[in-house]
């Protein structure tokens, strides 16, 4: 668990970093957007083609392979003074991530007690957002109070990074390596006909709060400072995490109800708070921001579980992986392809021009979220964990 918080603390670190990069660096909002297209991009890529690897080769060569691209890309990040190399090195934690997301995963899962039973499935699926925000929290932190502003935090993860590296090396293998390791890296992306007709909303909701998130990494830096006026990097992790980590706290809320009920709450949720945003930017009010936020956060959890608990529904254990593959390709798409189209706006149109896009995306999936969310055909209903970032 430690070896997952570390990874995507790594991933969350560069967050807070944006703004300076931007101020003295020169990189433009269109130059960060790529960044994050970078590294969905790479996840997305390595979760396809490598998610099953650990299955034949082991968990533990897997996730120290993880550990090893994630350390690359922060050493990477040490000198950062062109965009191409910040590009690079969030490339690499994509990679890392992607086979971290998997491989860590499953190893939390095979390794996890069997009392209490929900105890595999809360410390798989939230401990990555719980990553995400401490490293946002800490690099923030860091930045604003600490030495050697563009570099410390790096450091810091990067030791963590070793330290959890030799944690698994010293741990117990749990899985027996087996042939078929080749055979694995083909992608399988299907969503059984059973449950297709939920593919519909159930995208809906991926794509708009996906997207949402990769608007938060590419251009919340920058709107922090220009239009909520704080130059606190401290702030800035503080806001990055309160969009993270409530999301980790909807999902178990979104499991005492249906999933078309839930997905509906969720959305609606997520339209309000993306209201909230849109009106904290044009007034200027941080603090609405913030709030907002989390609203947005925790109702992102509702909606992305439940349609994740509809498509899951009556599956069999070889239905899980093209499922999760269906669902990593509509998620990260969500998160690739309007960051991309929004970092070539950016010189067009302005910030709170581009936030108010991002919220009408929120509004036409909750339309659609409202008018077409329907349950699984049968009552019986089964836990999900949402994919990870």
């Known amino acids: 668990m ?49 998610g099953r690897l650990s299955n034949h080769v082991g968990r533990r060569p897997t996730a120290i392979a993880s550990l090893g691209l994630v350390v690359v890309g922060c050493l990477l990040l040490l000198n950062v003074h062109a965009i191409g190399v910040l590009i690079a090195g969030r490339l690499l934690m994509g990679l890392g991530a992607g086979l971290g997301s998997s491989s860590l995963t499953a190893y939390i899962v095979d390794a996890a007690p069997a009392r209490p039973a929900w105890l595999a499935s809360v410390a798989s699926s939230q401990t990555v ?54 055979r694995s890296l083909r992608p399988s992306a299907r969503v059984p006909a059973r449950v297709r007709h939920l593919l519909p909303v159930a995208a809906a909701v991926f794509l708009a709060t996906w997207a949402t998130g990769a608007f938060y990494q590419a251009f919340v830096p920058a709107l922090v400072k220009d239009q909520l006026h704080t130059d606190s990097s401290l702030v800035l992790g503080l806001v990055f995490a309160a969009y993270m980590a409530p999301s980790a706290l909807g999902a178990p809320l979104g499991g005492r109800f249906t999933p078309a009920a839930a997905q509906r709450l969720g959305m609606f949720g997520f339209l309000a708070g993306m209201i909230g945003i849109i009106t904290a930017i044009a007034t200027g009010t941080l603090a609405l921001f913030i709030a907002a936020t989390i609203v947005a956060g925790a109702s992102q959890g509702i909606a992305i579980s439940a349609a994740t608990r509809g498509l899951l529904h009556d599956g069999t254990v070889a239905d899980r992986a093209p499922i999760f593959s269906a669902i990593y390709l509509l998620s990260y798409s969500g998160a690739t392809i309007p960051a991309l189209i929004a970092g070539r706006l950016s010189s067009t149109f302005s910030l709170p021009q581009l936030a108010f896009g991002y919220g009408g995306l929120a509004l036409v999936a909750t339309l659609l979220t409202v008018i077409a969310a329907h349950n699984p055909h049968t009552e019986t209903t089964y836990p999900a964990d949402p994919p990870t970032r």
């Open 129 to 182: 957002m719980l990553g995400l925000a401490v490293g946002a929290i800490a690099s923030g932190a860091l930045v604003q109070f600490g030495p050697w502003p563009r570099d410390l935090i790096y450091l810091v993860v990067v030791g963590l990074l070793l330290l959890s590296g030799v944690l698994i090396a010293i741990s117990s293998e749990t899985v027996t390596p087996t042939p078929g390791a080749w």
């Open 2 to 50: 430690v070896s997952l918080v570390a990874v995507f603390a790594a991933v969350g670190s560069t967050i807070p970093l944006f703004n300076i990069y931007r101020a003295e660096d020169g990189f433009t909002n269109a130059g960060i957007s790529l960044t994050v297209v970078a590294y969905s991009a790479a996840t997305l890529s390595t979760l396809l083609v490598l």
